[in-house]
């Protein structure tokens, strides 16, 4: 450090003061595999015509957080030296998996993310290299989203987040999870499916057809919105789940008839109705509200 404030040294950047400490870090670490994989230090009399000494080093370019990092890697004579820290053939270390994949999530190409990662990171990372670690993020995503489901749910919710993705242009599109409860009380994401708007029976029938071929065979009771056509696309494929209307979703679809100035008042009476213990209770306190407020907003009582 002493020596990076005398001599004007940068922290970052190209020959930068982080990019020397990894450098000697990574370098040190290469010798320190080597010597423990041979048995003896280097410069070491034991190693001499020993048959399997240290035969020279090679370079590579390593890709790292702080950019890239030429490096040293030693060897033996007989190949067997398999080095851990960076192994044979790696080109980049973890960091740059960890900037990449959100940027091509983002919906940038190739070129973008390159472009991106020069910029701010001065890392000159090639388009092959980010095609590869996207296409691994892929393939991860792929086997997890076919991967083998317990048989029995006793609960799984269908719910939509909206999300901006690029097919051409960028826009607005519902993807639909199906979380569940596991028999240990667990939650798990079962599956993410991109919508396209559609609804309808045929529509729905993908989600609970593909969650079935992955070895649900029941569901005891599935909860969702109001959405049009789910409850007969759950009923093709599992005849005795139960459809549960979200009540989340039936109080926040009530305020939206309701000024805003009202909302407190609508969700007090509501809440009764919908925490009753028994449905002659929930009717009861339902009454109350439609004298309430069913003058002024009848479209919450028809709700």
């Known amino acids: 450090m002493s020596r990076a404030q005398a001599e004007g040294l940068q922290l970052t950047g190209e020959g930068g003061l982080l990019q020397q400490l990894t450098k000697r870090l990574l370098e040190s670490a290469l010798e320190g595999e080597i010597t423990d994989h041979l048995g003896y230090d280097k410069h070491d009399p034991a190693g001499k015509d020993g048959g399997n000494s240290r035969n020279g080093q090679r370079s590579k370019t390593v890709l790292t957080d702080v950019g890239p990092v030429e490096i040293t890697v030693p060897r033996n004579r007989d190949g067997s030296f398999e080095p851990k820290i ?4 790696q080109k980049r270390l973890t960091g740059v998996d960890e900037m990449v994949i959100p940027l091509a999530a983002k919906g940038l190409t190739t070129g973008e993310v390159q472009a991106r990662l020069a910029e701010v990171y001065g890392a000159e990372v090639p388009r092959q290299t980010i095609s ?7 393939d991860g995503m792929a086997e997890w989203q076919n991967r083998p489901l317990d048989a029995v749910h006793p609960v799984v919710f269908i719910d939509a987040i909206h999300v901006k993705i690029r097919d051409g242009a960028v ?3 519902p993807v639909y999870v199906a979380l569940a409860v596991t028999v240990e009380g667990r ?5 993410l499916w991109a919508g396209d708007g559609g609804e309808g029976a045929k529509h729905w029938l993908h989600i609970p057809n593909e969650t079935k ?3 649900v065979n029941d569901v005891l009771m599935l909860v969702c919105d109001e959405l049009k056509g789910l409850p007969e ?7 005795r789940t139960i459809v549960q209307t979200c009540v989340v979703h039936l109080l926040r679809n009530s305020f939206r008839y309701a000024a805003r100035q009202d909302w407190d008042k609508i969700a007090k009476p509501l809440k009764p109705v919908c925490t ?10 339902f009454a109350e509200f439609a004298d309430t407020w069913g003058r002024k907003y009848p479209a919450i009582v028809k709700l």
């Open 86 to 89: 960076v192994k044979k053939r």
């Open 132 to 138: 590869t670690i996207t296409d691994k993020v892929l």
């Open 171 to 173: 826009a607005n599109r």
């Open 187 to 191: 939650r798990e994401i079962l599956g």
């Open 213 to 215: 071929n992955r070895g």
């Open 233 to 239: 696309a759950v009923e093709t494929v599992w005849p």
């Open 276 to 285: 009753a213990p028994t449905e002659e209770t929930a009717l009861e306190r």
